[in-house]
């Protein structure tokens, strides 16, 4: 008798040490899928997507998400296929280099529907909050000098930019539009893990500073206007690339989307002339990786 309850002993025993390989290897690879799960994310390179004028969506490293600019809706260089806010994926962080509407038209959704921080100017940022357009929790101000990292190894940090920034909002209670204090124009200098950087310089005129941003910052990238009319023209943006910022990439935007900023890529390189710098003309909705 003894002996069948000591070969039954062994039997449970044996099954409750299997239960418990079972629960050791799930408590062991639970926190190994995250960590498989986190990396699956990652990515070998900096991705850059361009949606027209200034718009532009920026992958990390670690795959999270920047969007810059969003004028995509009603963006007449955006592919259709595009114009869908459900179709830029998950966004972390939404940025705005000043209040005009082809840089801010669809930056309020695109944070709503994300639960995603809008970095601006400081006073812009005022003006949204105290319109109740998103709650302040997702208002954290900054202004020129300033630089948040909403990731381990991602800096963004807010330059000058030469240019205006006037809000203008429809009152629904009037159905007039107002003109609202957007703050001090922007750039952003955005910070990789791997040290990688991209100047965004938003909407400005050419700027001595500018020998500033590369001095400090030594962009790799520089996204730069070159419309014409309501920034600087193709000239002046080459000029400001061959005398002051001296990247190894730039991408010109802000270009015809209207009758006004005329400029083209073509008269970019031309005036860019025999410059070290390699002139990336992308097409609304490519993906570059750096
Ligand atoms: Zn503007």
């Known amino acids: 008798m003894h002996l069948i309850f000591f070969f039954l002993g062994v039997i449970v025993l044996k099954k409750l040490v299997q239960t418990w390989h079972v629960w050791i290897s799930l408590v062991c690879l639970l926190p190994l899928s995250v960590v498989f799960c986190g990396s699956a994310l990652a990515q070998s390179s900096v991705q850059v997507q361009w949606f027209g004028q200034s718009a532009f969506k920026i992958t990390t490293l670690q795959g999270h998400v920047i969007v810059i600019d969003p004028w995509i809706l009603k963006n007449p260089k955006t592919p259709t296929e595009l114009k869908n806010l459900d179709a830029l994926g998950k966004v972390d962080v939404v940025l705005v280099t000043h209040a005009h509407w082809d840089h801010t038209a669809d930056a309020v959704e695109i944070a709503i529907k994300n639960q995603a921080p809008l970095y601006g100017p400081g006073d812009f940022s005022q003006t949204l909050m105290n319109l109740g357009s998103l709650p302040p929790k997702q208002l954290p101000r900054m202004n020129k000098g300033g630089t948040v990292s909403p990731w381990p ?39 990789f893990e791997n040290g990688f950087k991209i100047y965004h310089a938003g909407d400005t005129d050419v700027f001595g500073d500018m020998a500033l941003i590369q001095k400090r910052h030594h962009p790799d990238v520089a996204m730069l206007p070159i419309g014409g009319n309501f920034t600087m023209d193709p000239q ?7 005398e002051f910022l001296k990247p190894k990439f730039a991408i010109p935007m802000h270009y015809q989307t209207n009758p006004y900023n005329t400029g083209s890529p073509e008269d970019f390189i031309k005036a860019l002339g025999t410059s070290g710098t390699e002139v990336i003309v992308m097409k609304p909705g490519e993906i570059r990786k750096f």
């Open 153 to 191: 190894g991602v800096k963004i940090t807010a330059v000058h930019a030469e240019h205006s920034s006037t809000y203008v909002w429809n009152n629904p209670a009037t159905h007039k539009d107002e003109s609202l204090p957007g703050g001090e124009p922007l750039g952003f200098v955005i910070e």
């Open 236 to 242: 002046g943006a080459a000029f400001a690339i061959n």
